[in-house]
Nanobody
């Protein structure tokens, strides 16, 4: 069973930064997609940034230029560096991974709250 564990969330003010981490119990090289989604209160879960099967990244327009996804294969960890946080970024952020044979894994999520 694959476990994805997020960390790094918290309460920040607008304009500040946070870095989220997602540690995988399986080598992340075995996933064909891995990244971050978020869900704000009363809204559907949405893609934030992911590494796709061909090694490229897919980043939501709402966070382009502010958020960066990166990975450390040796540490089996994917990161989400978030800069210039806005009130609208408040959400639970989930790590997601897919192995390409029909299995999709989710972490439990980490809360990010942006408030003045």
């Amino acid at each position: 069973q694959v476990q994805l564990v997020e960390s790094g969330g918290g309460l920040v003010q607008p304009g500040e930064s946070l870095r989220l981490s997602c540690a995988s119990s399986r080598s992340i090289n075995r996933f064909n997609a891995m990244g971050w989604y978020r869900q704000a209160p009363g809204k559907q879960r949405e893609l934030v940034a992911v590494f796709t099967w061909n090694g490229l990244t897919n980043v939501a327009d709402s966070v382009k230029g502010r958020f960066t996804i990166s990975r450390d294969n040796a540490a089996n960890t994917v990161y989400l560096q978030m800069h210039s946080l806005e009130l609208e970024d408040t959400a639970v952020y989930y790590c997601n991974a897919a192995d390409g044979i029909g299995n999709v894994y989710w972490g439990r999520g980490t809360q990010v709250t942006v408030s003045s």
